[in-house]
């Protein structure tokens, strides 16, 4: 019977049958699959839902702490306007006896002589034109004037006005009909620096300065008038570093900073890093959350000590190494020094990257120093480097010896020719009998010794060319050449001397320094006329 009902089902039925039951059995698979991945992706979903919900907890949590904050910071600024009012009165009233007395004292008093006192009186008075003289008057004494000035300042009755009355000389730009000194940006930032402490509020310090809202005005439109002016000198590539730390110095100390330009203040602050204040006055501008940038910035410019001076003043030095970017400034030094050894073969350029190197060398140890990294860097290999450096440049500064009458090697390094012949000129004084010796690859000429009595007719020396002729003093030294007189003979005997006689004719004139031989400068038989100015040696 079941034989019969299977031979009664047809094969065709039970192959559909058996494709129908794989068909069903790969959409299972794929449902399976499918719900795999959407479970796979909900999970995914759900933990970065709880990452950005932790986030936002945490941010949450940030900007209750910093509204808390500021809630605390605005109920003490509203605590400290009743005593910061009467503070303000109180002195107030204690400078104007002060003025009182002041003006009543004749001004001749000994105490005016001296430097505080002269401050005093003269902060006292409100003579601001008087005081930025002074100021300017007393620039090399400087260490002595630096502790002095707050004090002088908090005598005035408004010391706010008194100091923007003071700059506004020279700042935000120079109304002097006499521009001379040339540049007072560097009392202006002695000046500002000094009213930070004056106008500080005495619960907040120097964050809030007490600064009145005339005061405030007159300090934002000079700063406004300074950033117009910035584009008329060609933007801040062209600004000179006392305008520039004046401006920021200003913008500090009377609490205008303005979060607009933030870029303007980072782009200063980076032109100008090299300057000792830039770190503090980057933090005061409100740009600390910047520093790791600014930093990074410095770095990649080369600029690696005063990415170490910022980097303490951020307390980022844990990020960024200073004994690594010593290294790497110290390296980057070297490789530039070999480099231009190689390309300058001029001794003059080559000098010039010798002072380059010690004055690199020199500020790797102050900064080694300031921030005591003597553990961590030991000086003995910097030190000795200079040493050497500095051994080098004395011996290329003495002279070339040479023995009298010598028909090879090198010249005297004082050896002097005479302005129309290829000949040596006589000694410089009359009483010298010393022999000057020709240096030439061709025969050695007769030496010529001038007696101050005997004028007989010499015959003329024959005329040597120089292929190397030795550099005067003023190319081997930074003093001032030797002034010389012209030789003159005199009258009585140069009425006996017979015409036929040579003598040179004054003014003299020298032969192009012949280490400059391979250089631009002119050497000897190039048809060049010598480089030194006659006026030198009249």
Not at 12 to 21: A, D, G, N, P, T
Not at 311 to 323: C, G, I, R
Not at 457 to 462: E, F, H, N
């Amino acid at each position: 019977m079941g034989s019969e009902a299977a031979s009664a089902i047809p094969s065709s039925l039970v192959q559909e049958s058996f494709k129908q039951l794989e068909r069903q059995q790969e959409l299972i698979s794929c449902c399976t699959v499918l719900w795999k991945e959407l479970s796979d992706h909900f999970s995914t979903l759900e933990r970065g839902l709880e990452c950005r919900s932790e986030a936002l907890r945490s941010k949450r949590q940030s900007l209750d702490a910093s509204t808390q904050h500021a809630l605390d910071s605005l109920g003490h600024r509203e605590l400290s306007i009743g005593s910061a009012v009467d503070l303000a009165l109180a002195k107030l009233e204690e400078r104007r006896v002060a003025a009182v007395e002041a003006l009543a004292v004749a001004s001749s008093k000994v105490e005016e002589h001296d430097l505080a006192g002269k401050l005093r009186s003269l902060c006292t008075k409100m003579d601001f034109a008087g005081f930025i003289d002074f100021v300017v008057a007393k620039r090399k004494e400087l260490e002595l004037l630096r502790p002095e000035l707050p004090l002088s300042l908090a005598d005035c009755i408004d010391p706010a006005k008194f100091v923007l009355d003071a700059i506004s000389v020279v700042f935000p730009l120079d109304n002097r009909t006499v521009k001379s000194p040339n540049d007072l940006g560097w009392a202006c930032v002695l000046i500002l620096e000094s009213l930070v402490p004056v106008l500080a509020d005495p619960e907040l310090g120097s964050t809030r300065p007490l600064v009145t809202r005339c005061i405030r005005k007159r300090a934002e439109e000079m700063a406004k008038a300074w950033k117009e002016g910035l584009e008329q000198r060609g933007g801040y590539e062209n600004v000179k570093p006392p305008d520039a730390h004046t401006f920021l110095q200003h913008v500090v100390t009377f609490g205008i900073i303005d979060k607009n330009d933030k870029n303007l203040y980072r782009k200063l602050v980076i032109s100008f890093a090299w300057r000792r204040q830039m770190p503090k006055l980057a933090i005061s501008l409100g740009l600390e959350d910047s520093m790791e940038d600014i930093i990074e910035e410095l770095i990649d410019k080369g600029h690696q000590l005063d990415a170490i001076n910022f980097a303490y003043e951020a307390s980022l030095q844990d990020k960024f190494p200073p004994t690594s970017l010593i290294q790497s400034f110290l390296k980057d030094l070297k490789k530039s020094t070999s480099t231009s050894e190689e390309t300058n073969a001029c001794g003059q350029v080559v000098n010039n990257t010798s002072r380059k190197e010690q004055s690199a060398i020199r500020a790797a140890i102050k900064c080694i120093q300031d921030h005591k990294l003597e553990s961590e860097f030991p000086l003995e290999s910097l030190q000795k480097q200079l040493e050497t450096l500095e051994k080098v440049k004395v011996e290329k500064k003495k002279p070339a010896v040479s023995s009298p009458g010598s028909g090879s090697g090198s010249g005297p390094a004082n050896k002097r020719t005479r302005a129309n012949h290829g000949g040596p000129m006589p000694p410089a004084k009359a009483g010298r009998t010393t022999i000057n010796a020709c240096v030439s690859s061709f025969p050695a000429a007769p030496a010529y010794a001038r007696s101050p009595s005997a004028h007989a007719s010499y015959p003329a020396p024959p005329s040597y060319p120089y292929d190397r002729p030795t550099g005067h003093a003023v190319y081997g030294s930074r003093s001032p050449p030797a002034i010389r007189e012209s030789y003159g003979y005199p009258t009585e005997e140069i009425a006996h001397v017979p015409l036929g006689a040579s003598y040179p004719s004054p003014p003299m004139s020298y032969p192009a320094y012949g280490a400059y031989q391979n250089c631009t400068f002119g050497g000897y038989n190039n048809g060049l006329a010598p480089g030194y100015q006659q006026a030198y040696y009249r």
